[in-house]
């Protein structure tokens, strides 16, 4: 009897521990993503041998902050690119709000939405601008007007948990149009001719 009741209170107490270790984590990580476009509803034409090329690549830094199921996301990142003859440096910086889930405890899946916002540093003259979909904005453009005008974008995220450690693929793929300043819901289609694929790894640090 003593031992069933011993027993009893240590599944009792470990209830607690095991509820708050899935209830909340923060993470911090890196991350690549391929700059150019990514179609995932039409791969047949694409050139694979370009993943392969680091050149082809930005990099930058990835956050997670979880609470149950409901994930907020923070990613920047950084590139250099070439438009009309002329070099930048790009900074792009992405906030996503979403759900995740793992399954099995061995994978985890999300997918978020938020703002997207892209800099452009030209890098003979140092001159900023905030760039989008909806056009190029000058540099007295403050930034809570760059926020509502930033395209809002999907992101979706396969990862395998190897302990505190995840290791996946991302996806961000822009909507069609949608914006904060615009909220015009038949934009809210993915605009899959302009996705992006990437790839992370993130320490969960609790």
Avoid: C
Wanted: glycine residues 10%; proline residues 2%.
């Amino acid at each position: 009897m003593k031992k069933r009741l011993l027993v009893l209170f240590l599944i009792l107490a470990l209830i607690p521990a095991a509820v708050f270790a899935d209830f909340f984590d923060f993470g911090i990580g890196a991350t690549a993503q391929f700059i150019g476009n990514f179609d995932l509803t039409d791969t047949e034409d694409f050139d694979w041998s370009l993943l392969g090329d680091v050149k082809n690549y930005g990099f930058g830094a990835d956050i997670r902050t979880r609470v149950m199921f409901v994930e907020l996301d923070v990613t920047g990142l950084y590139n250099q690119r070439q438009y009309n003859s002329t070099d930048y440096h790009e900074i792009s910086g992405l906030i996503t709000g979403g759900l995740s889930l793992d399954l099995l405890g061995l994978v985890r899946i999300g997918l978020g939405m938020g703002p997207r916002v892209n800099v452009w540093i030209n890098q003979d003259d140092g001159s900023v601008m905030v760039y989008n979909q909806n056009g190029v904005l000058d540099a007295s453009t403050d930034f809570a007007d760059a926020f509502m005008k930033a395209p809002m974008t999907y992101r979706a995220t396969a990862d395998v948990k190897l302990g505190n450690l995840l290791v996946g693929l991302n996806y961000i793929v822009d909507s069609s149009g949608f914006t904060f300043e615009n909220p015009d819901t038949t934009k809210l289609a993915p605009n899959f001719d302009a996705g992006r694929i990437g790839a992370s790894a993130t320490f969960i640090l609790f």
